[in-house]
């Protein structure tokens, strides 16, 4: 790869592969490689907010010299060169030990969001970091995987709040050429551009691609100078728009998508849908096999019979429904092409739970598969009751839809400095552990680490969260002048010796961000008492059109404000990827209280608890298969009822007087608190192996892929659907 510098030299030969490391997210995951460019200089790596494209297009020729020709540097240069190239080269596996004859069933994996980096804005919440997390298990795991998705232009909003504690919105508009991203090239040396096949007006697509370790991702740019100004706007933010805008988003991701794939060349012999907003795909290539001389009927079967859908949605009204009057208006060319006609086109996505309903996207995409999934036991219990309607005549239990739990990329969320420190007491069994890190044996060894030293590390890890949030602050100081009381409320007084409860997430109604605030007197209580003192960090951002997340935002940075409680309120601004790496390697307990059963899984208390912070959730999605009685603490009901929120409300402040304040304040004379370090222990090792993506994808493959093969080895004539 070559970095573009418009004032500089090229980067010299003997480091040239600095440009290799950049373009490629294995870095991301490698904290060795990054400190290869933060060690260039630090301000720089700063600067370009962990970018390596960028800083190193902007940094001057000398700095590079400087580490040219420093030998410890070159050392460590080399050696993580050699690591990357061994790592790419890499065939042997899981995955190919596993499968060995199964080199060619590669799975084309289509999401409209991927959250892999802060330095690409391609995320809004959860469903982008399960799906960038499963692109990099894939990597790491060999599991041969091309994924698809949007370059959004101007990625999903930033939030400022105003004085008041109003959510202020705006986009940024993202430099591509110092993203790492690079143009996918057309034979003529131009970007490739391709239109979106059937659909009328034309819509053009460029293409770009990112590299996940070993999983190529390409993505899809409406904002060329090819299409009207409408059509540039497709896909510039993260669901925004209304329903025309989504369902021409939708066409192009997955009708677009999958003529990408064909334009590259690239093979692929199965789909996994990640939500139904890409189902799309899947007429594609039913049309396509129409196109080869099949009926509708047989296409529809071959393509079921190789494709995935992972459903993250707890409500038939969360899934897309369109009007059949827009159907009509973009897929009416297509309906011949598909070897059908409107009314069957209309059948596919029909919910038949809602008879007089547009065209489901979910429906849609429980037709077009034959293997599907909800991401938690509990949230499949929830999806057989919402969608056993399409198979009336299963009884329940025989309703085709699994699960699998979600998981999260051990890599990416462990901090570095605890991975060390877990190092010291797995390597000696098992000095190649972080390849078998989803086998809970090893986890045990966590028992072996000295209380003062995890409670040391996780004291650093604590301050280093305040001085961002203060750091942060610092520099938008100049530039918005809020009043001082405002500081207080953005965290400046934050104290890292009181037991801090972090609550960072969406802020969609269902999520109760401001649950605990039931009884405003109680928790003025409970924090300001001055000898057991609490504080509270929240962070997340409002969806732009939603007014009751952002009143519910509100009304917590009013309480942030209120003197009443002494300055022990936070609300960090723009949440993003960044600002949870911290919050989830520094606070001291994890609050989770959704309205059950909304939480189709909830990943963030993952994160948090591989780096031994204490999860205290409601009892919803993924915490129903976590909780162990001693890795964190469950509350409230699991059925809804006019008395849910006070009664829950009421439950977390038991818990907190009567066991979490007392634990965390119980330290001997050795000023540890020992029983506290211990259930950071019990939750470290009963929860990174079990809910890390290793596990996940390995449980997709064994799950998934034997039916796959057998689907498509055979020409589909023994298919088990
Ligand atoms: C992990 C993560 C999420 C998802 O967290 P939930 O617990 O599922 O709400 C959202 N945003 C960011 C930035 C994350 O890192």
Redesign the pocket.
């Known amino acids: 790869m070559q970095i573009h510098r418009p004032e500089g030299e090229p980067i010299p030969e003997r480091i040239h592969g600095l440009a290799d490391l950049a373009y490629n997210l294995w870095w991301s995951w490698h904290p060795e490689v990054r400190i290869l460019f933060k060690q260039i200089n630090p301000h720089a790596w700063r600067e370009s907010i962990h970018n390596p494209v960028k800083m190193l297009q902007d940094i001057p020729d000398s700095f590079f010299r400087k580490v040219a020709s420093n030998p410890e540097y070159l050392r460590r240069y080399d050696i993580s060169m050699d690591r990357f190239s061994r790592y790419m080269k890499n065939r042997n596996g899981w995955f190919s030990e596993k499968y060995p004859s199964s080199r060619a069933l590669t799975i084309a994996y289509f999401s409209a969001e991927y ?1 892999l980096h802060h330095s690409l804005p391609f ?1 809004a ?2 469903l ?2 399960l799906a960038g997390d499963h692109l990099k298990e894939c990597s790491d795991l060999g599991v041969p995987m091309v994924a698809v998705g949007f370059m959004y232009s101007q990625g999903y909003l930033h939030q400022r709040i105003l004085p008041d504690g109003w959510q202020d919105n705006f986009w940024e508009n993202l430099d591509r050429d110092a993203a790492p991203v690079s143009r996918v090239m057309a034979p003529s040396g131009e970007q490739l551009v391709i239109e979106v096949p059937h659909i009328t007006p034309p819509i053009y697509v460029a293409v770009w691609r990112a590299d996940i370790g070993k999983v190529p991702l390409f993505l899809l740019d409406t904002d060329i100078p090819e299409n009207s100004q409408a059509n540039r706007a497709i896909a510039s933010r993260l669901y925004t728009g209304d329903s025309e805008q989504r369902l021409v988003q939708e066409i192009v991701l997955g009708i677009g998508g999958r003529k990408v794939l064909s334009e590259l060349g690239v093979d692929f012999s199965a789909v996994h849908l990640n939500e139904g907003h890409s189902a799309f795909a899947l007429l594609e290539r039913i049309r396509e096999l129409v196109e080869d001389g099949l009926s509708f009927s047989d296409a529809l079967y071959r393509v079921r019979g190789t494709s995935i859908f992972t459903t993250h949605t707890p409500l038939a009204a969360g899934n897309d429904i369109f009007p059949l009057s827009l159907i009509d208006k973009y897929f009416s060319s297509y309906y011949p092409a598909l070897g059908t006609d409107r009314l069957e086109f209309f059948e596919l996505g029909r919910n038949p739970t809602d008879p007089p309903g547009g065209f489901n996207m979910a429906a849609c995409a429980f037709k077009l598969t034959a293997f599907h999934n909800a991401v938690s036991r509990r949230h499949c219990g929830v999806t057989r009751q919402l969608w056993r309607q399409l198979w009336p005549d299963l009884p329940e239990k025989k309703t085709p839809i699994d699960y699998i739990t979600n998981g ?1 990329h051990i890599p990416t969320w462990l901090n570095p400095r605890m991975e060390r420190l877990l190092s010291t007491a797995i390597s000696p069994v098992c000095p190649h552990w972080q390849y078998e890190h989803d086998n809970p044996e090893l986890w045990e060894l966590v028992d072996e680490i000295p209380d003062k030293e995890l409670w040391a590390l996780h004291l650093w890890l604590k301050a280093k969260l305040f001085n961002r949030i203060r750091e942060r602050k610092r520099q938008r100081w100049a530039s918005l002048l809020k009043e001082p009381i405002n500081l207080v409320a953005d965290g400046l007084m934050l104290n890292p010796s009181v037991l801090t409860i972090g609550f ?3 802020f969609s109604a269902y ?1 109760r961000a401001d649950l605990i605030f039931h009884d405003t007197d109680r928790l003025k209580r409970i924090v300001t008492n001055r000898w057991l003192p609490v504080q509270i960090v929240f962070a997340g951002k409002a969806h732009p059109n939603d007014t009751e997340g952002k009143e519910i935002l509100r009304r917590i940075y009013r309480h942030a404000l209120d003197p009443g409680f002494g300055g022990r309120i936070a609300f960090v601004e723009d ?3 960044q ?3 911290y919050l ?1 390697h520094g606070v001291d307990v994890w609050l ?1 209280n959704p309205l059950p059963p909304m ?1 189709a ?5 993952m ?1 948090a608890a591989l780096n031994g912070v204490l999860n205290c959730s409601i009892r919803d999605g993924w915490w129903l298969e976590a909780y162990n009685g001693k890795n964190g603490w469950a509350f409230g009901g699991e059925s809804w009822s006019p008395e849910r929120n006070a009664q829950d409300a009421a439950e977390l402040y038991y818990l907190l007087e009567k066991e979490i304040i007392p634990l965390y304040y119980s330290a001997s004379l050795d000023s540890i608190p020992h029983g506290w370090v211990q259930m950071m222990k019990e939750s470290i090792k009963s929860i990174a192996p079990v809910f890390s993506s290793r596990r996940m994808v390995k449980e997709y493959v064994d799950r998934y892929y034997p039916s796959l093969l057998t689907c498509a080895e055979t020409g589909f004539s023994v298919c088990p659907i």
Do not use: M
């Not at 899984?601 to 208390?605: A, I, L, P, Q």
């Open positions: 959250g995320y919440g959860g982008g970091f999260v960072a997430r969406r999520k949440y993003g990827e600002t949870a790496q989830v989770n939480e899984c909830g990943t963030s208390g994160k």
